[in-house]
T-cell receptor
């Protein structure tokens, strides 16, 4: 019973183009969402987050969009660079609790071709 | 900038052996977490701690134990290792607040043979 779903195991894009990574969730209690980036043999690194009171958050080349009614979020990377090639995990939490436990999706492997 | 440090990086155990995975953080974070990641899967929470002396179970706690005697350290104990525990284990920490992201160590790759 996956509460956070990343339905695309992999995505390949050309350098300079836009990368769009998608994430769906089922738990209505989730109200804070994060994207992590993971290189091989390293731990996940925080990339960007969004609260449910917003529908967009931007940080440089990275933008996260949240559609609460559809329980869907997406990460846009513009322009994509070869160094962006990594596994991207979507994660969610319910801030109503006091433990800030994250629920992760399975990840999407992004490959940016030069 | 050490952040979250995990040791060892790799380990091979025989079925039935025990071991402790070490995790220490130097950011004075109250919250610490242990996850496991199986191939092709997301990270699943094993145990977490909201402060020294306080621990609680996550999604997949069976076969593991933790302790939190100091703010810095959060070791994960495997008793009677089983092949199903072959995985990559990640430790993470965060400060208080839902908007504080978790910081991860580089993981321990554990094989049970």
């Amino acid at each position: 019973d996956q509460q956070v779903k990343q339905n695309s195991p992999s995505l390949s894009v050309q350098e300079g183009r836009i990368s769009i990574l998608n994430c769906d969730y089922t738990n209505s209690m989730f109200d804070y969402f994060l994207w992590y980036k993971k290189y091989p043999a390293e731990g996940p690194t925080f990339l960007i987050s969004i609260s449910s009171i917003k529908d967009k958050n931007e940080d440089g080349r990275f933008t996260v969009f949240l559609n609460k009614s559809a329980k869907h979020l997406s990460l846009h990377i513009v322009p994509s660079q070869p160094g962006d090639s990594a596994v991207y995990f979507c994660a969610a939490l319910s801030s109503g609790g006091s433990n800030y436990k994250l629920t992760f999706g399975k990840g999407t492997l992004l490959t940016v071709n030069p | 900038n050490a952040g979250v440090t995990q040791t060892p990086k790799f380990r091979i155990l025989k079925i039935g052996q025990s071991m402790t995975l070490q995790c220490t953080q130097d950011m004075n974070h109250n919250y610490m977490y242990w996850y496991r990641q199986d191939p092709g899967m997301g990270l699943k929470l094993i145990y977490y701690s909201v402060g020294a002396g306080i621990t609680d179970k996550g999604e997949v706690p069976n076969g593991y134990n933790v302790s939190r005697s100091t703010t810095e350290d959060f070791p994960l104990r495997l008793e009677l290792a089983a092949p199903s525990q072959t995985s990559v284990y990640f430790c993470a920490s965060s400060s208080t607040g839902s908007n504080q992201p978790q910081h991860f160590g580089d993981g321990t790759r554990l094989s049970i043979l």
